[in-house]
């Protein structure tokens, strides 16, 4: 792996992130990092759904489920033996992985309709399963207590959100190597016909299954810090259709080809939600994002990304 | 816990339960099973239907299931509409795998939420005088509200499937998806068709939807629920395959049943659900699959 101008403005933005949540060198109100922590969710999961949905086709209506495994992952630890983040985030990582793994397998032999479709009932058994599940809260949810400071953060959201900060460049720089990598021209020559690389002797059936580990690996690990985030998790909140309708609107606004897509949709999709949840209603800044994904769907194809190329006359 | 009485209202419901499905089920199994249009908005049209009955009923006083009759051509319309606008951003550019199930996607959310913001989450039911008496037969009861829903579905299911499969455009319908040239060569617009097929399964969605909220209070959010279920009598069916609709229809109504009345209701949603992930796994052609 070369290094570039990226990696130099991601080292850039950890570094400015580190200076702003420890030494509080800008007099940032504390809602921002707040608001912030979400939108930063958003582009791990964003990002994390382009790699199964933008670079091969494959549509993944299971965020939510995945998130919530991971928020609930934590949940787990937390009562086994409350451990810390730093635990919590790695292992919510592997069972996604895993379930990523799992449901790839039964699934990724059929159509690709078959994939979507199951993963649309993933969530919902998962859901009904954690209803059930009394040791993580049922159906009333479950409570974690967490510290209101952490040294040398201070305040514990500007900590998570520095967290978040660094696992959503990690995601986008995974996905970016993974664009640029033989796995990701693999994915692209899926996604383009897979019968016809399956013939020029692409294993198809591998590279599927890498990309649904890999894609629920990052949305576990977004999912994990949400339990201390809010405090308190339930059913209802971590399967939200929420998180699957943004993390496809996003990276179909951005531009769904390119790493540069989903990280584009969800700050600017992220970010406007935030701002019309307070100042609307949050009824009608989920009726936008539904709109915006259909109007982005029919109109600009290639999304934003797309329309930045095509006003510069196709170069890159 | 276990008793013949208890199981054997179980199975009355699931049958009363599963002929509903049927009808819930019967205008995906022509969108998705015959055309191959991967229509996951179709509960949300369902709910669409109830809350058009819900408002007539509520407001005026109508029946629900004349009010879901006479709003069908209304959907049939809004089908082809539909259908008109996935063809030309979608299916003519071949682009329908990804853009094309994102579509429907937005267009579920666009109708969940417009409901949620028209009339809120609440649930709501409707009013008729079939609703809430009960028939003892034995030690079995059966709940008119589910019953006459299930002799609607029926007719409704028979009168469909008969469409289907005495007229030249209905055949044409089942054939679309298998072979265009021929339907061409048979001096058949593939596209026309799959638009009159498309109308024809959601122009179902306006009954079905009346049927449901006959059935049970619904908010706008319960549509997502109905995603399995109708996916999985689709895929258990063997897509396509009317016939099958309604068998996988009674199979699943019957095993909601038995689940919720032997393992509590809080368990119910997730049979179709483990239906359908299982379906997938180790029978994806489905039990009447070519």
Partial sequence: ?316 | MFSVDLLLNALVAGTLLGGFYAAVSLGLSVSFGQLNIVNIAHPAFVILGSYVAYMGNSRWGLDPILLGLAFTPVFFFIGVGVYRVYYESFERKDDEALRGLAFFFGVMFIIEVGLIMVYGVDFRSVQAPYIGQNWKLGGVGVPTRMFVPFCVSILMFAAVYLYLSRTFNGRAIMAVAQDRLALQLMAADPVRIKQLGFGIGIGTTALAGALLIIIIPIEPSIGRLYIGQVFAIAVLAGLGSIPGTLVAALVLGIAESVVSTFFGPSWAPAVAFGILLLALAFRPQGLFGR
């Fill in chain 1, 1 to 316: 792996m070369r290094l570039d101008a990226f990696h130099v403005v991601a080292a850039a933005v950890a570094l400015l992130g580190a200076a702003v949540t420890i030494f509080d060198l800008l007099p940032i109100n504390k809602f921002a990092f707040f608001a912030g922590y979400v939108v930063l969710q958003y582009v791990v999961l964003a990002t994390a759904w382009n790699i199964m949905g933008g670079y091969m086709g494959y549509v993944n209506f299971g965020t939510a489920g995945f998130f919530a495994v991971g928020a609930y992952t934590s949940v787990v630890l937390y009562n086994l033996m409350q451990a810390p983040l730093i635990v919590m985030i790695p292992v919510a990582g592997a069972v996604c992985a895993l379930l990523g793994l799992g449901m790839g397998y039964l699934t990724l032999r059929l159509r690709g309709v078959f994939f979507a479709i199951a993963t649309l009932a993933l969530a919902i058994v998962l859901e009904t399963l954690v209803v059930n599940w009394d040791y993580v809260g049922g159906a009333t949810g479950a409570y974690i207590l967490r510290a209101r400071e952490i040294a040398p953060f201070g305040d514990y959201v500007e900590f998570l959100f520095f967290v978040m900060l660094l696992l959503a460049i990690f995601a986008v720089s995974a996905a970016r190597w993974i664009e640029r990598s033989k796995i990701g021209r693999g994915f692209a020559a899926i996604r383009d016909d897979e019968v016809a690389a399956e013939c020029a002797g692409v294993p198809t059936l591998r590279l599927k299954l890498i990309a649904t580990t890999v894609s629920g690996f990052l949305m576990g690990v977004a999912g994990a810090p949400f339990v201390l985030y809010v405090g308190f998790v339930e059913p209802s909140s971590a399967f939200n259709l929420v998180y699957a309708v943004n993390s496809i609107a996003m990276p179909m606004i951005g531009g769904a080809t390119t790493w540069a897509g989903p990280l584009i949709g969800a700050l600017l999709l992220g970010s406007v939600q935030q701002v019309a949840t307070v100042t609307i209603s949050s009824e009608l800044n989920l009726l936008i994002v539904g709109v915006l994904l259909v109007f982005f769907v029919i109109a600009a194809p290639e999304g934003i990304v797309g329309l930045v190329r095509k006003w510069r006359g196709g170069g890159r």
